[in-house]
Nanobody, 120 residues
Framework: QVQLVESGGGLVQAGGSLRLSCAAS????????MGWYRQAPGKQRELVAV???????NYADSVKGRFFIYKDNSKNTAYLQMDSLKFEDTGVYYC??????????????WGQGTLVTVSS
């Protein structure tokens, strides 16, 4: 299946910032939600942040006040601005999007994952 195009991970010191991007151009005719999940080694994947088609957002308690999700509707791209990064933010971040294609058909897709490593 078609994967979302995800980028922005890397190495950063604690207290630093990164911005993740997730592009869904050419896939959906109408997007319902976009967001990120993350998975640390040996741990379950958890929701980080989600933004709906109407612009409402939801964040994990652990990232509230530090992470900000927003989108560019003209590009069907969502961004996750991550500030004041902590060691415990380390993990693989997976973009997720769901919506409808022109068929029309409902789809839920994942990005390839991008590694975020925060050094202490």
């Amino acid at each position: 299946q078609v994967q979302l195009v995800e980028s922005g991970g890397g190495l950063v010191q604690a207290g630093g910032s990164l911005r993740l991007s997730c592009a869904a151009s050419g896939i959906f005719s109408s997007i319902n939600t976009m967001g990120w999940y993350r998975q640390a080694p040996g741990k379950q994947r958890e929701l980080v942040a989600v933004i709906t088609s109407g612009g409402s957002t939801n964040y994990a308690d652990s990232v509230k006040g530090r992470f900000f999700i927003y989108k560019d509707n003209s590009k069907n791209t969502a961004y996750l601005q991550m500030d004041s990064l902590k060691f415990e933010d380390t993990g693989v971040y997976y973009c997720n999007a769901d919506g409808w294609t022109a068929s029309p058909r409902y789809l839920e897709l994942w990005g390839q994952g991008t590694l975020v490593t925060v050094s202490s």
